[in-house]
């Protein structure tokens, strides 16, 4: 299945339009984003899990600056391609969250497949917004909770590492629909 989509920012200023792929061996997403928070930017990326919705390969590139190459065993071991160096501090993430887009929620939500009622908390490989990204840039841990409202339909995401809740719509893909003062679909 492919399916193309669009956000902007919450007040219409920025834009995203992503590309998302899935099929037996698992879902390719790849974006490009005309970005407005905290701060103005431009930047691409590519995700690619496996069958299992684990994330393999995160490549995310901002104009003008940073560039990041991560892969992942989907045993949740990472490797800096650029650095040729392994990332242990993510040892055990089994999901990539880019700060740029609403498209990456779907990965735990396919990943996990929770019912209606349970939640799961989860560590991520947090990749920073530009105005966050302190020395080298790569991801960061980052506690994070899903919860199953309407399965199919609506979860909860709560990232713990920023005391950050928000509920969030999917449509049929699982890509988000709405995300409450960040993102909306076009």
């Known amino acids: 299945m492919r399916k193309e989509v669009q956000w902007v920012d919450w007040d219409g200023k920025g834009l995203e339009h992503c590309v998302c792929q899935t099929d037996a061996d698992g ?4 974006g490009v984003v005309i970005g407005t928070r905290e701060g103005q930017y431009g930047g691409s990326y590519l995700v690619v899990t496996d069958a299992s919705y684990a994330t393999r390969e995160v490549r995310v590139s901002y104009v003008g600056g940073a560039y990041m190459h991560v ?18 501090a ?17 990965l735990p939500i396919r990943r996990l497949q929770l019912p209606a009622g349970e939640a799961c908390d989860i560590s991520a490989a ?8 302190e020395g080298d840039f790569f991801p960061s841990r980052a506690a994070q909770r899903y919860s199953c409202l309407i399965p199919g339909r609506r979860y909860r ?30």
Do not use: H
């Open 90 to 106: 993510l040892t055990g993430c089994f999901d990539v969250d880019i700060g740029i887009t609403p498209a990456t929620n779907m």
């Open 71 to 88: 892969t992942s065993d989907g045993k949740g071991n990472w490797f800096d391609c650029l650095a040729d160096q392994e990332l242990p």
């Open 27 to 30: 879902i390719k997403l790849e």
């Open 157 to 186: 995401y709560e990232g713990l590492f920023r005391n950050f809740s928000a509920e969030l719509e999917i449509d049929e893909a699982g890509l988000v629909i709405d995300y409450p003062d960040t993102f909306r679909r076009v």
């Open 126 to 133: 947090y990749v920073p917004l530009p105005s966050q990204i």
